[in-house]
């Protein structure tokens, strides 16, 4: 099993982010073509999908192993580089450790047996009747009013061509309403509405970028995706969440 | 009962923020000239009485009636909105809630019975033999001086025209002198001298601009007043704090 | 005993931080040319010795007397002045007291008889292999690694002209290494290695800014020393460093 790569430590930081939303850790595939890693949280509510490109390296070199790896250790580590520095990884497989090197800092991260990682999900496929895409800032509004009022929100859209995240407390309610206009993209005819815990969808919300482009796909008390790229479409992030029960409204 | 407004969100943010050092809920008086609140806390020894002027608001219009706010909620929803936004307001007096909306958002706060809430406190008119205008910073550099050593303050002036925030710990103490030139208005020809608990009057010079022009009126022993405009003089604010008995150094 | 001395907040601010780091009241020598305080922490680990020369000062007059002072009380009150503000001292005997005079501020800080405060450390002159200069960015790089995964870390040089901090927790290491080409300062030709509480490592590095020059002079499982100026050279601060028994890797 061999691995190599030279990677920026806002790209490698970016990508650590949107799966350690949900796990401390996590099984990486390393194939030729870029690294993948599938997650579930374990509550298995929120699943996330990451690849990350071989482009998106400025060296990558793999022959299709699996690790084990201790995210939130990985990140405390690549959270001492600065953002445009540059992060070499190098497995060395007889003792288990992954080294990663920046300037003067030379570190060597104990793996994880993978067999002993919580198993990757299948991520379903959906045949959601909505989709559209959102900016990162226009989730973060609707999440942000939600989470004065309540722990849970309500996806909907409506025959009325809009989108709206919709909260409700025991005196007070929010609605947050995006005409389909006002999104980057994607028409609304149809009139679907699902729960969702908002811890979740808070926290997936949080790692991105106010001007990231989220496809998001709905369907009627059914689960939700968000999806999208970034590190210059190196990297994607889909996110699929289920719905609570007793939800939409 | 009608209230229907448009305020920007730091004008709205402002006046509650005044409000809000003192009481959680407070009764509104939404007259035809503009917004009044009156308040007392818990303990009875902080009052403020402010005014919002309907010249403060982008649009306008009331005639009289009475409500209860949830004072910690309403700001939160404020708090929200950019700075500059246009907040617009509507009471929906039958199912007693007030409707916020700015941009996106549509938040519906439900009103308290205004009968629930304590009642309004009568200012006292003061005859105070001092008078004199500080800036918010300098209240604020005497009572910082005050809180490193002890939980209240006295404040006196002297005959040798000076203002002098003044604070006694256990081993140490500090005083604050402004002679009467170094305040923005106001001649000091009199010795007077009250104990506040260092507690209310840091809350309330916290809540004020650095620049803020502050009217402030001392007796001996007696209750001590500050007032001050914000919001282009269509906001006033008056705080009056009641004397620590045994006061006065 | 007279003293009475004129300065500026910062320069006054970093000496008390360098010597607070390590103790919270101290004895300090009121010389003609200057103050000198000798500190040990509690646990007799970290000594310092800090000099700050009366040319540090805008105005000092002083006859050879000893304080004992607060230093938490003391930094809190210097905190509240703007940095280039002057601060005004003058001791005055007889009540024991320490006058603290800027802009409309007067503090009076009471002293701690000298004698109730721990005796003051013998510093002791090191015969180290190896001196070398580095930067307090250079150091904090180390120190913040090492961080990551242990409360120890070892300090070492090797006979490849490399100064290394090294650490090593349960399961992961990581080395910091330096080429002698990489410091301000310092021919490496021997190795040596001590093993240090990362906790007073941290916090001594802690206080110094990046582009400090710091003198580092390291020997094998023996103390180790750190100097470096401030204030235009008027300030100078030594700290010695006991290193833990069992240590050296």
């Known amino acids: 099993m061999t691995f190599s790569a030279i990677v920026s430590a806002d790209t490698l930081q970016s990508a650590l982010d949107s799966v350690s939303v949900l796990v401390d850790e996590c099984k990486i595939h390393l194939e030729p073509e870029g ?16 690849e990350l490109a071989a482009s998106g390296f400025e060296s990558y070199e793999a022959d299709g192993g699996l690790i084990g790896l201790n995210l939130t250790m990985f990140k405390k580590v690549i959270g001492m580089a600065d953002s445009s520095q540059l992060i070499h990884l190098e497995l060395n497989e007889q003792i288990r450790k992954l ?3 920046f300037g003067e800092v030379d570190y060597t991260l104990a793996l994880i047996n993978p067999q002993s990682i919580r198993q990757e999900p299948d991520i379903p496929s959906l045949d959601a009747p909505v989709t559209l ?3 990162g800032k226009q989730l973060d509004r609707g999440v942000t009013a939600a989470d004065l009022i309540s722990d849970h929100v309500v996806l909907e859209t409506t025959a009325d061509h809009e989108l709206v995240i919709d909260a409700e407390g025991d005196t007070d309610d929010v ?3 995006f005409d389909e206009d ?8 149809e009139s679907v509405s699902s729960l969702f815990s908002l811890d979740y969808v808070t926290s997936i919300v949080g790692v991105m970028d106010a001007d990231h482009e989220v496809e998001v796909r709905l369907d009627d008390e059914m ?27």
Chains 1, 2, 3 share one sequence.
């Open 35 to 50: 690294l993948e890693i599938r997650a579930v949280d374990p509550a298995n509510v929120g699943m996330v999908d990451l």
């Open 99 to 101: 080294d990663i090197r």
């Open 133 to 135: 895409t959102a900016t």
């Open 175 to 177: 609605q947050v309403t």
């Open 182 to 189: 006002d999104l980057v993209d994607g028409r609304i005819n």
């Open 223 to 249: 689960p939700f995706r968000m999806s999208y790229d970034h590190s210059d479409g190196a990297a994607s992030v889909t996110y699929t969440l289920s719905p609570r029960i007793g939800g939409g409204d």
